[in-house]
């Protein structure tokens, strides 16, 4: 039976989109593999390097904390300003003043508070807390590439939760072979648990993101109505 143009066309679109729809799905998995790498290359470093260089990013972390604590109340500021605004208040010298005392005492308030709450060994603490973000971040790009491949629901989470321990793990097994480093079950811990709390972040943030548009299709159907 001889089979007519449009339906050899219609097959090699299916053909075409099911080819694109691969490569698709290929390049999602592209910042995965070179988060991967990224890892390994860190992991591979000797214990000097890697101590040097968390020293480095040590003094970038200690000014960056200070410059975000200004910016935060310089935003909070202007926050009050726009809210006394909207509420018809009138803005002066003396409620600008008052404003300006009180944001310095919660500046001032701040800067004792993170001085008392700074860990006592924070280079220790910074190279914890770089395995846990680090591995944070793994875990919600390996559930966004398991989710734009199909992978959805809680089928997801377990196989993004197993690729990134599983990873965590060769990755301690790996460093037993690099000079000065060691492997530590504790480390797999930390780094299972900031991949973890990466595959809540991404699938709350999905979850947020399908009820705006839920929403929108609903304040679209009633303004059509």
């Known amino acids: 039976m001889k089979r007519t143009k449009n339906e050899i066309d219609e097959k090699v679109v299916v053909n075409m989109n099911k080819q694109m729809n691969k490569n698709?799905?290929?390049?999602?998995w592209i910042?995965?593999?070179?988060?991967?790498?990224l890892i390994f290359f860190f992991s591979s470093q000797p214990v000097d390097d890697s101590?040097?260089?968390?020293?480095?990013?040590?003094?970038?972390?200690?000014?960056?904390?200070?410059?975000?604590?200004v910016l935060f109340f310089l935003l909070l500021a202007g926050g009050v300003l726009v809210f006394m605004?909207?509420?018809?208040?009138?803005?002066?010298?003396k409620e600008v003043l008052l404003l300006v005392v009180g944001l310095l005492i919660l500046y001032l308030l701040s800067v004792q508070l993170r001085q008392v709450l700074a860990p006592v060994h924070l280079h220790h603490f910074l190279r914890k807390n770089a395995h846990f973000f680090i591995?944070?971040?793994?875990?919600?790009?390996?559930?966004?590439?398991?989710?734009?491949?199909?992978?959805l629901g809680f089928?997801?989470?377990?196989?993004?939760l197993l690729i990134c321990a599983g990873y965590a793990a060769t990755d301690e097994f790996h460093q037993l072979f690099v000079p000065g480093r060691g492997g530590l079950v504790s480390d797999v811990g930390i780094d299972?648990?900031?991949?973890?709390?990466?595959i809540l972040l991404h699938s709350v943030g999905q979850w947020l993101l399908q009820r705006r548009i839920r929403s929108k299709k609903v304040q679209k159907r009633s303004v059509s109505n």
């Open 85 to 93: 605004k909207k509420k018809g208040v009138q803005i002066g010298l």
């Open 155 to 160: 089928k997801a989470v377990v196989f993004t």
């Open 135 to 151: 591995y944070l971040i793994l875990g919600v790009l390996v559930k966004h590439a398991f989710k734009k491949s199909g992978v």
């Open 51 to 69: 101590w040097n260089l968390s020293y480095e990013a040590l003094q970038l972390f200690v000014p960056a904390v200070k410059v975000l604590q």
């Open 31 to 37: 910042p995965v593999r070179l988060w991967m790498l």
């Open 192 to 198: 299972t648990a900031g991949a973890s709390l990466g």
């Open 24 to 28: 698709s799905r290929f390049l999602y």
